[in-house]
Nanobody, 116 residues
Framework: VQLVESGGGLVQPGGSLRLSCAAS????????MSWYRQAPGKVRELVAT????????NYADSVKGRFTIARDNRKNTVNLQMNSLKPEDTAVYYC??????????WGQGTQVTVSS
C-alpha cells in the first residue's frame, strides 16, 4: 500500500498550490479520502474529505471557499486545490485513506509553506 503526496512548496500569501496524492496497493474506490495537515507544535487536523464516489465533500471551516478536494477514480488520485493561501496554512499536508471498516493508510506528507 502506498499513498504518495506531491505538489507542496513555498508560495506567497494569496497564491495557489495543487497537492496530489497517488494511491496504489488497495481498492481505491472502497476508501474515503481525506487531507490532513499538521503545523509545528500543533495537532494534526482534518482539512477536507471526499466520499468514495466523489459525490460528497466536507471542509474545515478555516479552508471553506478556498480549498477544493477532488478525486479521479480512474487514476487512483486525490487532489487538493488550495487558493488564497494564508501564512496560517503553513503545515505538512497528509493524504489519508479510510475504509468502511476504518482501516487507515497515510502518506508521508508534503510541506506547504506560505510566506513572503
Amino acid at each position: 500500500v502506498q499513498l504518495v503526496e506531491s505538489g507542496g512548496g513555498l508560495v506567497q500569501p494569496g497564491g495557489s498550490l495543487r497537492l496530489s496524492c497517488a494511491a496504489s496497493g488497495f481498492t481505491f474506490t472502497s476508501y474515503v479520502m481525506s487531507w490532513y495537515r499538521q503545523a509545528p507544535g500543533k495537532v494534526r487536523e482534518l482539512v477536507a474529505t471526499i466520499t468514495n464516489d466523489g459525490g460528497s465533500t466536507n471542509y474545515a471551516d478555516s479552508v471553506k471557499g478556498r480549498f477544493t478536494i477532488a478525486r479521479d477514480n480512474r487514476k487512483n488520485t486525490v487532489n487538493l486545490q488550495m487558493n488564497s493561501l494564508k501564512p496560517e496554512d503553513t503545515a505538512v499536508y497528509y493524504c489519508k485513506a479510510t475504509s468502511r471498516a476504518f482501516r487507515e493508510y497515510w502518506g508521508q506528507g508534503t510541506q506547504v509553506t506560505v510566506s513572503s
